[in-house]
């Protein structure tokens, strides 16, 4: 039996049909973003859905982030067999479908990101209005309200794909009737799922450093690190794509960057796909000095520790400190300003105990 033939023929497109362009190179990506996507994510889910205890607003966040990615990797076997045959073989609702769910995914992924990120900079920024707010209920809510968000922006998607006939085949591709659809439907989805909730990155960890620099202590974190690596990657595979929406836009007035844009699309849309693969990875790095004593529950470990290091900002300023009369103004002379624990977790089934001690001062050294 020669195996290595038999998986050729599997990926080889039928008689009488040239392989799709870019075809080895996506089937490529697709197996290896499922393969370690997949499995990946489900672990994920498992372990801040199952094992931890104690989840933080931080866990339940990633819970929702790793079921877009999910979500998006459970379409990837209608993608290779897409690939593998050179034409589209499951219909037109199929086509409109998968294309939807990613388009979803894409949406609540980046809004979970912001949100991240807006949830760090107030804990730093704002550390006592952010204890009186960030509790379940408004994550809950705010969750909500974002997968409902990402299901009415991701409309356009099921407008504008669909399965055409090209050169003899069947195809699931982007079908613009004029050139004011392809405008639209490029620049609506480049502003709304990159620019507009990057920005509010940029300005969150902007505020975040400028913070940091007014504050005595610096101490790194592990909850803030992690977080920061997700939104890199997320903005390292999707940039292109949303570089490529442009070119496209550009290419209605020149013909060249309409080509080129047609040629690295293919190939980018495969590298968006994979960013949905690359969060365990990241998960797995941070949680990594738990697995030795935790074994697989190492990564329940690494969500639970955020109940104390999310807690970011238990420095603040001395202003901040003024401003809620926890520093009398003698400390101040005598030059020893004290700084206040404050937990920005959410405060439902904490006990008195762990109140009392999360309002202990820290005297500065």
Partial sequence: MNTSNEIQNATSPPMGLSPLPG???GISVLVLAFLLGFPGNAFVVWSAGCRVRKRTVTCLLILHLAIADLAVLLTAPIYLRFLSAGKWETGDGICRACNYICGVSMYASVFLIT????DRCLAVSRPFI?????????????????????VLLAIPV????????MKGRSICKREHPTPKDIIFHNLFETITGFVLPFIAILFSYATISQRLKETRFRRKRRTSRLISFIVAAFALFWLPYHVVNILEVAGEWNHSLKRAAAMARPTLVALAFFSSSVNPILYTFSGSSFIRSSGFGFMAKLFEGTASEVSSSKFGTIRDLQRHGEIKASSLNNGSPECLTTSTNPTDGASSQEK???????QSP
């Fill in 23 to 25: 075809a080895s190179i």
């Fill in 356 to 362: 009392g001690e999360a309002s202990k001062p820290l």
């Fill in 130 to 150: 952010s204890q009186k707010i960030r509790t379940r209920s408004t994550i809950r809510l705010l969750v909500l309200a974002i997968w409902v968000i990402g």
């Fill in 158 to 165: 099921l407008v504008y794909r669909k399965v055409i006939d």
């Fill in 115 to 118: 949100l991240m990120s807006l």
